[in-house]
């Protein structure tokens, strides 16, 4: 298994610029979560969607963030304009179904540097 | 989802069991109690989870107590590659809620 793939896995932009980070949740999964940690907040759900559909994005912090997932093996988090604040390390995970008898499978993240 | 409580950081000699003591007292008969970790700069890693019984797997074992307030996690022989943040969490559904964790350092 190829696991849960990010891309890029660093990124370092500018202010004001627009960043869309990439993720290839593993094949037969279709639960799909993004998350994004720093140190002052840790490890937070900012996303999720079932059958490409988004379930719950009440972590999303503001309007500058938005999700989509076209199909089953693909989703982007695009974040617009990119502020400092946003420099952080985003992990995609997924995972099969819905119940809480089942386990995440995390990305390798990617770390977000906004100058 | 219940929260729960664990020690910041806690030391092990390579080679001897790392027991990882968890509190849930809150926990609710739907919630599931998992482990994860995350070795510095990887994404989370799943360990174990359980609902009552105990559990055993390839990495850990996962002790609950018969009133499912506490749990603890069994390394039962650490490596230095076991150095990682470790999470217990209790969930009953999609979302996994991750607190400050334990920080283990096994030591040579």
């Known amino acids: 298994d190829a696991g849960v793939i990010q891309s890029p896995r660093h990124e370092v932009t500018e202010m004001g610029q627009e960043v869309t980070l990439r993720c290839k949740p593993i094949?037969?999964?279709?639960?799909l979560f993004w998350y994004r940690q720093t140190m002052m907040r840790g490890l937070e759900l900012l996303i999720y969607f079932n059958n490409n559909v988004p379930i719950d994005d009440s972590g999303m912090p503001e309007d500058r963030f938005s999700a989509k997932m076209p199909n089953a093996s693909f989703s982007t988090l695009k974040i617009q304009p990119s502020e400092p604040r946003d420099s952080a390390v985003y992990f995609c995970?997924?995972?099969?179904?819905?119940?809480?008898?089942?386990?995440?499978?995390f990305g390798p993240g990617t770390r977000l540097t906004v100058l | 989802d219940a929260k729960t409580t664990q020690p910041p950081s806690m030391d092990c000699a390579e080679g001897r069991a790392a027991n990882l003591p968890c509190n849930h007292s809150?926990?609710?008969?739907?919630?599931?109690v998992y482990w994860y970790r995350q070795i510095h700069s990887q994404g989370p890693q799943y360990i174990i989870h359980g609902l009552k019984n105990n559990e055993t797997n390839e990495m850990a074992s996962l002790i609950i107590t018969e009133d499912r307030k506490s749990s603890t996690l069994i390394l039962p022989h650490a490596t230095l590659r076991d150095t990682a943040v470790y999470y217990c969490?209790?969930?009953?559904?999609?979302?996994?809620?991750f607190g400050a964790g334990t920080t283990v350092t096994v030591r040579a």
């Open positions: 094949s037969g999964h279709n639960s």
């Open positions: 969490i209790v969930r009953n559904d999609y979302k996994l809620s």
């Open positions: 995970a997924s995972t099969k179904g819905l119940a809480g008898d089942n386990e995440q499978f």
């Open positions: 809150t926990i609710s008969g739907n919630e599931y």
